[in-house]
């Protein structure tokens, strides 16, 4: 099946800064998404991505399908940003009912 | 609005326990699923539901059972509850097939001992 890999595992950042986030998956997908786990376990749906380019007040995301890559861009981060964010995946192809979940990039940022 | 209500919080089990998660969402979402995450892991799925009477297996359903009597409710049952099903379990729903988003309960931690 696909396999998910997020880098970095982990990510620190001071107040302001920028960040990239990226998901690599090893094979086609229609259907990327992107959630954020907050410090207390909510966990909350970013982005529909299965390609291009979206954005969300301060978050964007991009998806090049064809080189089996999505990347999640954090502007001017803020200490609410803090927590995992992890992409995920259908497990099979025309399946989204099935996501294969990374491991996560854990973000912490500091005042 | 409740959105996804996921009961209950925290229970602590003995092994060879059973008990039922209870997962009820109000947006008339079609589609249900349930998650656990282990420690410093992405979730990994369950079961999920299309809708009232349709229910299908995700990659972990051994030690799980799932009913869909309703739109709104998807519960989630252990029978003879074991250490290795100690986990924080999500439930969540969406509209068809995750283009629309997720929505996620706030989560039930379980532990075995």
């Known amino acids: 099946g696909i396999q998910v890999e997020q880098s970095p595992p982990d990510l620190i950042l001071q107040e302001g800064a920028n960040s990239t986030l990226r998901c690599n998956f090893s094979?086609?997908?229609?259907?990327l998404q992107w959630f954020h786990q907050n410090p207390w376990g909510q966990l909350i749906n970013l982005f529909y991505?299965?390609?291009?380019?979206k954005q969300n007040g301060r978050l964007s995301a991009t998806t090049v399908a064809t080189e089996r890559y999505s990347l999640l861009y954090i502007s001017s981060s803020q200490t609410t940003d803090s927590g995992v964010y992890f992409c995920?995946?259908?497990?099979?192809?025309?399946?989204?009912?099935?996501?294969?979940w990374g491991l996560g990039t854990s973000l912490a940022v500091n005042p | 609005n409740a959105g996804v209500t996921q009961t209950p919080k925290f229970r602590i089990l003995k092994i060879g326990q059973s008990m039922t998660l209870q997962c009820t969402q109000d947006m008339n979402h079609n589609y249900m699923y349930w998650y656990r995450q282990d420690p410093g892991m992405g979730l990994k799925l369950i079961y999920y539901s299309v809708g009232a009477g349709i229910t299908d297996k995700g990659e972990v359903p051994n030690g799980y059972n799932v009913s869909r009597s309703t739109t709104e409710d998807f519960p989630l049952r252990l029978e003879l509850a074991a250490p290795s099903q100690t986990s924080v379990y999500f439930c969540a729903s969406s509209y068809s097939q995750g283009a629309y988003g997720y929505t996620f309960g706030s989560g039930t931690r379980l532990t075995v001992v």
């Open positions: 094979d086609s997908v229609n259907n």
């Open positions: 995920a995946a259908p497990g099979n192809a025309g399946n989204n009912r099935k996501l294969i």
């Open positions: 991505i299965p390609s291009g380019t």
